[in-house]
């Protein structure tokens, strides 16, 4: 049985990504998540005890790593720092947790020889006009535009060099925006969809036109297993699902889908240096390693997830009215 040393394994990604691995493969995993406010015991809830333990503690704490890394045959590093709006109001733990905490763990896997894939972000390349036809490949040079986007962008430099300089035996996977159950209500869409649940009017960022390339996060856990079992060691894969939406019409959507008239929702004040659009070619991860999404109508994907916030309002509730009064802070 192979040992998976999954850290941020108690937030929206890292989460359904163990669900993932337990539905699909023996493996046992060992989360790491220091539970933040964005970590969630509760979404870990019901999983067996005999291939899933959840140790609380930081990527930051050498010794505690260090034991970790000693007992797992591969470590997939999810933990971060992960919401630009926080890190434009406070970036030091952007920078503890995203460089820090991952020069801790290359550090420890280096020591032991251990098998290790970075989770990344397409935010590392910057973002593209919205009138060009590029999109980003593995080669497009980084370009990082937020305190955030900047610090994952140093981590996977942090692992190429680890790579590069002592052989340790990496992966990197650049996604781009995911959705779907267990994300924190901070981001866009679960923000919106249980804004619409309390009958509060979702807030659209400036004039709504910038673009995303929403993936549902089942499709890049899918592409993450892949990579850690059949990816080239040193390499880097981008993982996208030809999603590209504006913001408007996702927020028109969402309100369709949840029987509102598709304008009832405000602009509120933009983001500082908000990028304009994100767009991924993931053409490498399906030639090599044949994946391709398996959500491929986003308003079916969108349609599932607002069913599971309207079913799951115990677990989103306790961290709405935080979140809510931050915002208020900004205006948005
Ligand atoms: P999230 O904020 O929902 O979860 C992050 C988890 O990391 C939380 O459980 C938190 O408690 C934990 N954590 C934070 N600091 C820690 C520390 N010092 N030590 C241990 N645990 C710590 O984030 P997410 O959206 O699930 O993102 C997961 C990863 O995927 C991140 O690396 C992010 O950059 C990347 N990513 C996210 C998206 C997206 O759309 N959400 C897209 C591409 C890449
Ligand atoms: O209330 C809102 N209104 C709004 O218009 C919020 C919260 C966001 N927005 C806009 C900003 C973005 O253009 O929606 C878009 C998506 O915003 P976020 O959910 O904050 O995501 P984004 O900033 O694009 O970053 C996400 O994708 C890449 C994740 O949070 C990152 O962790 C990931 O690296």
């Not at 297993?225 to 699902?241: F, H, P, V």
Request: glycine share 8%.
């Amino acid at each position: 049985m192979r040992r998976q040393l999954v850290t941020g394994g108690a937030g929206f990604i890292g989460s359904n990504y163990v669900r993932h691995v337990l539905a699909h493969t023996d493996d046992a995993v060992t989360v790491l998540d220091a539970l933040t406010y964005a970590g969630n015991e509760a979404s870990l809830a019901g999983l067996p005890p005999e291939r899933m333990r959840l140790v609380r503690g930081s990527i930051t704490d050498a010794a505690l790593v260090d034991s970790l890394v000693a007992d797992a045959d591969v470590v997939v590093h999810f933990a971060a720092e992960s919401h630009n709006d926080n890190s434009l109001a406070d970036p030091s733990p952007f920078v503890q947790t995203n460089l820090v905490g991952t020069y801790t763990l290359l550090e420890a896997v280096r020591r032991h020889g251990t098998r290790y894939h970075h989770i990344s972000t397409d935010e590392v390349y910057g973002d593209l006009d919205l009138d060009d036809p590029a999109r980003f490949t593995e080669a497009t040079p980084y370009n990082p535009s937020s305190p955030y986007s900047a610090t994952k962008a140093g981590s996977d430099l942090l692992v190429r060099a680890w790579v590069r300089s002592f052989g340790v035996r990496a992966t990197i996977s650049n996604c781009s925006n995911n959705y779907g159950p267990y994300q924190h209500v901070e981001k866009f869409i679960p923000r919106q969809i249980t804004n619409v649940i309390d009958g509060v009017r979702p807030r659209l960022y400036g004039a709504g036109l910038n673009v995303r390339d929403w993936i549902h996060v089942d499709d890049h856990n899918a592409a993450v297993l892949a990579i850690l079992e059949r990816g080239r060691i040193g390499e880097t894969y981008l993982i996208g699902a030809d999603g590209e939406k504006n913001n408007r019409e996702v927020i028109e959507l969402i309100l369709t889908l949840m029987g509102h008239p598709a304008d009832a929702y405000d602009h509120v004040t933009d983001r500082p240096g908000h990028d304009l659009r994100y767009a991924i070619d993931s053409t490498k991860l399906r030639t090599e390693l044949g994946w391709t999404p398996r959500y491929t109508s986003f308003a079916d994907g969108l349609a599932d997830t607002i069913d599971w916030y309207r079913g799951h309002e115990s677990w989103w509730r306790p961290m709405k009215a935080a979140t809510e009064s931050k915002y208020a802070r900004t205006g948005q």
